[in-house]
């Protein structure tokens, strides 16, 4: 069991690493994934590899295939639209209840979550901010008091971080970001969960515009060499 353990945590870092990695577009969509490759790269044994290619198998960022192995999931523009669609309705419910069962604490972190991401905005730093946005959403997710729903949410956030992180490239939509978080801030303060459900469902939805700007996006980044796209 001692063994064990190391090596667990070895492949949960070494899944956060390739993950990042499929976000940036340094792993790009339809790419293999080796287990000999990774483990000569990362410098250990295919054993923490072959579970971290399980975790983010289990995500749905990457699929395995027969005789072709791990590779980086590929997911079409209709899927997207479906996927966020889904998103959108589970991001507004957890605003719906966290404007009624949000503590004092969680409206503390909410907040702080929202200044930090201002900083990030202010930077002009769409990697951190995106980060610090991730912080965000899941303080809303946490104040559902709804720990089933928080799971979905979470599971969901994760398989879009790639098309999630797209976004904020795209001119101004950082700003446009941090201004409807903080409607939905205002709205959860006030006890509106109508409102927060449906400032959420706006925030997260992709349509017209929105969505023409992510699929022009994820056509770059599938073209894109490792170096630009890093």
Avoid: W
Wanted: charged share 30%; net charge negative.
């Amino acid at each position: 069991m001692d063994h064990e353990q190391p090596t667990l945590r070895r492949s949960e870092e070494l899944s956060e690493i390739i993950e990042e990695q499929i976000a940036t577009g340094i792993r790009q969509p339809g790419s293999r994934l080796d287990e000999q490759e990774l483990a000569a790269e990362f410098g250990v044994s295919r054993t923490p590899i072959r579970e971290a290619l399980i975790q983010l198998a289990a995500a749905g960022l990457i699929d395995m295939r027969p005789r072709r192995g791990a590779v980086v999931a590929d997911v079409g523009p209709a899927r997207l639209c479906e996927m966020f669609e889904v998103m959108a309705e589970l991001e507004a419910m957890c605003g719906r209840l966290a404007a009624r069962r949000i503590s004092a604490a969680e409206q503390n972190a909410l907040q702080e979550a929202h200044r930090a991401c201002e900083a990030a905005r202010d930077a002009q730093n769409p990697d951190e901010y995106y980060r610090l946005n991730e912080v965000f959403h899941r303080v809303l997710y946490t104040a559902s008091h709804n720990e089933f729903l928080a799971e979905q949410a979470i599971a969901l956030h994760r398989r879009l971080r790639p098309y999630r992180r797209l976004q904020l490239r795209v001119r101004n939509r950082m700003q446009t970001s941090y201004s409807e978080h903080q409607a939905i801030v205002d709205a959860i303060l006030a006890g509106d969960g109508e409102l927060a459900a449906e400032r959420l469902r706006g925030h997260v939805a992709v349509q017209g515009e929105r969505f023409v700007d992510l699929v022009s996006s994820l056509a770059v980044l599938k073209t894109a060499t490792p170096q630009e796209a890093g």
